[in-house]
T-cell receptor, first 113, second 114 residues
């Protein structure tokens, strides 16, 4: 089983749609979780951290389910500019150090007019 | 604007060349990372330095040699690379404290090995 798994997509949605991505992780001892966004031929940039209580930032909502070992990202009212690859990142993975990150393969989102 | 810079942004080298990639962070962080990103693959962690000590080496071939002279600078020395080493090489930094260690990435060096 891969340490961090994501559906690569692409998710092809119209503007204004709501779309959700899930990411599963294998190490129950993982300590911190993030969603990053990566545009084509650019570096990844932090979108949001994921807290146990869930958190929301505008149109974006992230949730953590420790029992089932997955995190989710919900995007409401999709914009054309949301088109990107969304990377799930889990810290405290196989190597045990809290700062050792493991990246998922990424989920591709395409928002069309 | 990112506080992590990388040079060069693009590099073409032959298999017998020796080159170095440079990364500099202006964020006061104490951990730095090298990643490799190939097409259709997830980011692969290559090296981690914390407080200038190497703490992680994910079985990277010896033709890649990292150097971290201080907490702000990180180098990746390349020699006798193979064509399959062509990829985007990303540097990142973070502040190792607490549980939420957000990584900040540089723009990357796009490497082509001929």
């Amino acid at each position: 089983r891969k340490e961090v798994e994501q559906d690569p997509g692409p998710f092809n949605v119209p503007e204004g749609a709501t779309v959700a991505f899930n990411c599963t992780y294998s190490n129950s001892a993982s300590q911190s979780f993030f969603w990053y966004r990566q545009d084509c031929r650019k570096e990844p940039k932090l979108l949001m951290s994921v807290y146990s209580s869930g958190n929301e930032d505008g149109r974006f909502t992230a949730q953590l389910n420790r029992a089932s070992q997955y995190i989710s990202l919900l995007i409401r009212d999709s914009k054309l500019s949301d088109s990107a690859t969304y990377l799930c990142v889990v810290n405290g993975g196989a190597s045990g150090g809290s700062y050792i990150p493991t990246f998922g393969r990424g989920t591709s989102l395409i928002v069309h007019p | 604007e990112t506080g992590v810079t990388q040079t060069p942004r693009h590099l073409v080298m032959g298999m017998t060349n020796k080159k170095s990639l440079k990364c500099e962070q202006h964020l006061g962080h104490n951990a730095m990372y090298w990643y490799k990103q190939s097409a259709k693959k997830p980011l692969e962690l290559m090296f981690v330095y914390s407080l200038e000590e190497r703490v992680e080496n994910n079985s990277v071939p010896s033709r890649f040699s990292p150097e971290c002279p201080n907490s702000s600078h990180l180098f990746l020395h390349l020699h006798t690379l193979q064509p399959e080493d062509s990829a985007l090489y990303l540097c990142a930094s973070s502040q190792e404290e607490g549980k939420q260690e957000t990584q900040y990435f540089g723009p990357g060096t796009r490497l082509l090995v001929l």
